[in-house]
């Protein structure tokens, strides 16, 4: 009766520590962020005006701000799709949810050039329509079996990353706009508007917000399925919902740039292995404050800290292999 309260008290300590030094390092990061580039910014140069003022202000920090939103999106999308499938390498780019999605935006520009110029405004929904059906055959090939949703989610992910590279090739010498390649299958987060920093903002406020109110019918979730229903919880119909809420939030994200893969499988694990807590409760705001920074961090190394321009997965999916390795072993030591 005594020690779990001394827990919960250790936990909450532990999440709003990890949530303080997260939010602490996102200011520095922005300036590590809107400095890196094809043209370097010196940091007394931040404040000047001329080209440098078009360069940080009307370019760099609209992508700044799209980066740290975007992790937190895919960080949170992460933790609760494993959850709620209890399996710990499941998240929007292993399940294939953002192949399908990059996919249904690139079907938009072949809409818009054998039609009328506005269907490229159903690039969100055709992204969202795919998105769904891809993270759908993922699981029912998975049929719940850890291992089998993974290679089910490679191999769908192959599937439309084929199909994107297929199309592409064709309307890239009809429409020269029309992002390359990289950009749909590696991600470029390089220009996003104001505008577009607005809506997702109210995405990742709306996912963020449904998560942690959600938390606790989650984790019920997360247990078993008879504890769900006893707790009047469909789960299967719980999980379709959610299914859609992250395929729509990731529909929004692939549009604007590109596939971000990993972050929603790193930041989560991240997350467990600060807090040593695995509840819904504690993980999600903790990823939903970690992935901005983890983001930012990633998206300055692949804009030229390395002196070379590279896309961020290149960047996240070499952070992530140690993550990934470390809970394949821990699973296994589990098994054992």
Request: hydrophobic content about 60%; proline content about 6%.
């Amino acid at each position: 009766m005594v020690f779990e309260p001394v827990l919960a008290e250790t936990w909450g300590v532990r999440a709003k520590t990890l949530v303080a030094i997260s939010l602490a390092s996102i200011p520095p990061l922005f300036l590590l962020f809107i400095m890196t580039g094809a043209v370097f910014v010196p940091p007394d140069k931040l404040l000047a005006g001329g080209p440098y003022r078009v360069i940080l202000y009307d370019i760099r920090l609209p992508a700044a701000i799209a980066a740290a939103l975007i992790g937190s999106i895919l960080a949170v999308s992460g933790a609760v799709m494993q959850m709620l499938y209890r399996n710990p390498l499941l998240d929007p780019y292993i399940a294939g949810t953002a192949s399908g999605a990059a996919f249904g935006a690139l079907l938009a520009y072949a809409l818009a050039l054998s039609g009328p110029g506005y269907l490229l405004l159903y690039q969100i929904p055709l992204a969202f329509a795919l998105a769904v059906a891809a993270s759908l055959i993922t699981l029912i090939v998975g049929r719940g079996d850890i291992y089998a949703t993974v290679i089910g989610g490679v191999a769908v992910s192959y599937f439309f990353s084929a199909a994107t590279t297929i199309v592409l090739s064709y309307l890239s010498s009809k429409m020269p706009q029309i992002p390359p390649l990289a950009f749909w299958l590696f991600g470029y987060i390089d220009y996003v508007s104001y505008h577009m920093d607005v809506v997702l903002s109210v995405a990742a406020a709306a996912l963020i917000a449904a998560a942690i109110r959600e938390a606790r019918r989650i984790d019920l979730v997360a247990i078993s399925d008879e504890l769900a229903h006893v707790r009047r919880i469909r789960p299967n119909r719980y999980r379709l919902g959610w299914i859609s809420a992250v395929s729509l939030a990731t529909a929004l994200v692939v549009s604007q740039v590109g596939v971000v893969g990993f972050v929603g499988l790193m930041v989560p694990h991240l997350a467990r292995m600060a807090l040593r807590n695995g509840s819904a409760t504690a993980v999600v705001p903790a990823s939903a404050a970690l992935g901005a920074p983890v983001l930012l961090a990633s998206d300055a190394l692949a804009r030229g800290l390395l002196g070379f321009t590279v896309p961020v997965t290149a960047v996240t999916s070499i952070f992530a292999v140690p993550v990934v390795v470390s809970v394949l072993y821990a699973g296994r030591r589990a098994q054992s």
